[in-house]
């Protein structure tokens, strides 16, 4: 077995890059409508929150605490969204999916950053 050269080993390495950009932009394009609605949706509540994603694209809603209490206010989320969505509670968290495309999906977490 011969050693891979330098370039062989580089070339290896930036084919897996463009390889997880392209995987990214496809789930960037397949999921924004997605995100759009439950953002909308969110946004009806009146309730205060904002959009973060991480490096794989996966989105979390994060909600700000309201005048009434935690577990009013996600009751109150998770039946609202579930109107529109798939939605199961994940320990503190709820994670929201696209009912004809349950691998659409996004977490809501409440009272502040998780």
Known sequence: MSAKSYRELANMILAQKHMDIEYGLRKMDEQESFIAAVAEKLTRTSWVHHMR????????????????????QKQAIEQHLSAAFDVEQDGQALVVADPKKDWLQCRVVFGGDE
Do not use: N
């Open 53 to 72: 994603m991480d490096r794989h694209f996966d989105v979390t809603f994060v909600l700000q605490a309201g005048w009434i209490a935690l577990p009013h």
